[in-house]
């Protein structure tokens, strides 16, 4: 007997999960081999892996990417966003050693800000440094050199303007015309290159914060900052501080059929069911109109619901909760199709973001080879 083989119509509706009002259909994925008996060709190929699968872009700028992966597993998609968000290194404030604070604000809140705040500078040198290693358990760290570890300074002081007095006496309120430096900002920090990092990290590649205009502290007259940072290298796996990206997400992309025709005030209160885009409405055109069986027969100029971006929707389901709808339409999700999105918090573009999560999976998986290889070199 031969063996069965599905039709491409066939396959493309065990891909979508079925979304109805109170449940989800088809969640388990069937696309491993003998799930269906006596059907072949569901073997995975590097071969077949290679056609399916494609990558579209819909919004690329260097602070937030949107872009589908289509025709990958689950589990890869998800191995992306779990890279993204903590094994991706890059550089923060780790230790600060606070000279003199006469701020309001105490010294390990200070602290905590300072090591929060994004850092940027040369892509190069970022990836040139080294990891450095904290002393724990009685075991020796490393010594701070210009390959492990990058300096920054900041020494603010208030003080009073010249007519700052002045003007206070008569009631003004507004500190930037009483003080001098009564906002602490990150555009104040200064670094010190050390050694080699003069070749990276010089003129415009110092490293520097991303938001310069970040609110530290606020300082009036006689009251002091002064202190210095070390920035190391470091992974989201470690501390939130060193994740590159502020979200990494993805989901699913939503499909909707609609079964039958929605014409008129029915279908602009079918477009009011999904979010601004989703749904357009369009005159029924007099072929349409002409066509025996279409469902629009003498409908001709009436205004017809036409699906328009399906990417926009949530998959709310607000439209099943209307007795008239719920024949006319199937909502559900393409389970091998991923929409990431991707917000950089500066270190990196976030198209080279996922480029390098690509490169570290690759690594991964290489790593993994290896290990096989070597425990089958001795059985």
Same mark, same amino acid.
């Given at each position: 007997?031969?063996?069965?083989?599905?039709?491409?119509?066939?396959?493309?509706?065990?891909? #979508?999960?079925?979304?109805?009002?109170?449940?989800?259909?088809?969640?388990?994925?069937?696309?491993?081999?003998?799930?269906?008996?006596?059907?072949? /060709? &569901?073997?995975?190929? #590097?071969?077949? $892996?290679?056609?399916? &699968?494609?990558? +579209?872009?819909?919004?690329?700028?260097?602070?937030?990417?949107?872009?589908? @992966?289509?025709?990958?597993?689950?589990?890869?998609?998800?191995? &992306?966003?779990?890279?993204?968000?903590?094994?991706?290194?890059?550089?923060?404030?780790?230790?600060?050693?606070?000279?003199?604070?006469?701020?309001?604000? =105490?010294?390990?809140?200070?602290?905590?800000?300072?090591?929060?705040?994004?850092?940027? /500078?040369?892509?190069?040198? *970022?990836?040139?440094?080294?990891?450095?290693?904290?002393?724990?358990?009685?075991?020796?760290?490393?010594?701070?050199?210009?390959?492990?570890?990058?300096? @920054?300074? *900041?020494?603010?002081?208030?003080?009073?303007?010249?007519?700052?007095?002045?003007?206070?006496?008569?009631?003004?309120?507004?500190?930037?015309?009483?003080?001098?430096?009564?906002? #602490?900002?990150?555009?104040?920090?200064?670094?010190?290159?050390?050694?080699?990092?003069?070749?990276?990290?010089?003129?415009?590649?110092?490293?520097?914060?991303?938001?310069?205009?970040?609110?530290?502290?606020?300082?009036?007259?006689?009251?002091?900052?002064?202190?210095?940072?070390?920035?190391?290298?470091?992974?989201?796996?470690?501390?939130?501080? $060193?994740?590159?990206?502020?979200?990494?997400?993805?989901?699913?992309?939503?499909?909707?059929?609609?079964?039958?025709?929605?014409? /008129?005030?029915?279908?602009?209160?079918?477009?009011?069911? &999904?979010?601004?885009? #989703?749904?357009?409405?369009?005159?029924?055109?007099?072929?349409?109109?002409?066509?025996?069986?279409?469902?629009?027969?003498? =409908?001709?100029?009436?205004?017809?619901?036409?699906?328009?971006?399906? %990417?926009?929707?949530?998959?709310?389901?607000?439209? @099943?909760?209307?007795?008239?709808?719920?024949?006319?339409?199937?909502?559900?999700?393409?389970?091998?199709?991923?929409?990431?999105?991707?917000?950089?918090?500066? +270190?990196?573009?976030?198209?080279? *973001?996922?480029?390098?999560?690509?490169?570290?999976?690759?690594?991964?998986?290489?790593? %993994?080879?290896?290990?096989?290889?070597?425990?089958?070199?001795?059985?």
């Amino acid at each position: 007997m031969a063996p069965l083989l599905p039709s491409q119509e066939e396959l493309d509706r065990r891909k #979508v999960v079925g979304f109805g009002l109170e449940k989800i259909t088809n969640a388990s994925n069937s696309e491993y081999p003998d799930f269906f008996p006596g059907e072949t /060709g &569901f073997a995975w190929s #590097v071969e077949s $892996f290679k056609k399916n &699968f494609r990558v +579209q872009i819909h919004e690329l700028n260097p602070d937030e990417s949107t872009f589908s @992966l289509i025709g990958l597993d689950a589990s890869i998609a998800n191995a &992306f966003r779990r890279i993204l968000i903590a094994e991706i290194p890059t550089l923060a404030i780790e230790n600060v050693f606070i000279n003199n604070n006469t701020s309001i604000i =105490q010294d390990e809140v200070l602290a905590s800000r300072l090591g929060l705040i994004p850092l940027k /500078g040369n892509k190069e040198g *970022l990836r040139w440094m080294k990891w450095f290693k904290e002393a724990k358990d009685g075991e020796p760290g490393s010594t701070l050199t210009d390959y492990n570890t990058v300096v @920054l300074h *900041l020494d603010v002081q208030c003080t009073w303007q010249e007519k700052g007095k002045e003007l206070f006496m008569k009631g003004e309120t507004d500190s930037n015309k009483l003080y001098h430096n009564s906002n #602490v900002y990150p555009s104040q920090f200064t670094q010190q290159p050390i050694g080699r990092q003069a070749d990276f990290f010089s003129g415009e590649n110092a490293v520097q914060p991303v938001n310069p205009d970040i609110l530290i502290a606020k300082l009036r007259p006689g009251q002091v900052i002064t202190l210095t940072m070390h920035a190391n290298k470091g992974k989201g796996g470690d501390h939130a501080k $060193f994740s590159p990206v502020a979200t990494a997400t993805y989901r699913l992309m939503p499909k909707i059929d609609i079964t039958q025709p929605i014409i /008129g005030d029915d279908a602009k209160k079918f477009a009011r069911c &999904f979010p601004r885009g #989703v749904i357009k409405l369009e005159p029924v055109t007099v072929g349409e109109a002409k066509r025996k069986g279409s469902g629009y027969e003498g =409908q001709e100029g009436n205004l017809k619901a036409v699906v328009a971006d399906p %990417m926009k929707d949530t998959v709310s389901r607000e439209c @099943l909760r209307h007795k008239e709808f719920v024949d006319k339409v199937k909502l559900g999700r393409i389970r091998d199709h991923f929409i990431f999105k991707i917000e950089s918090t500066g +270190q990196f573009d976030s198209d080279e *973001l996922f480029l390098e999560s690509v490169r570290l999976l690759k690594a991964k998986c290489m790593k %993994m080879k290896r290990s096989l290889g070597e425990m089958t070199s001795h059985v």
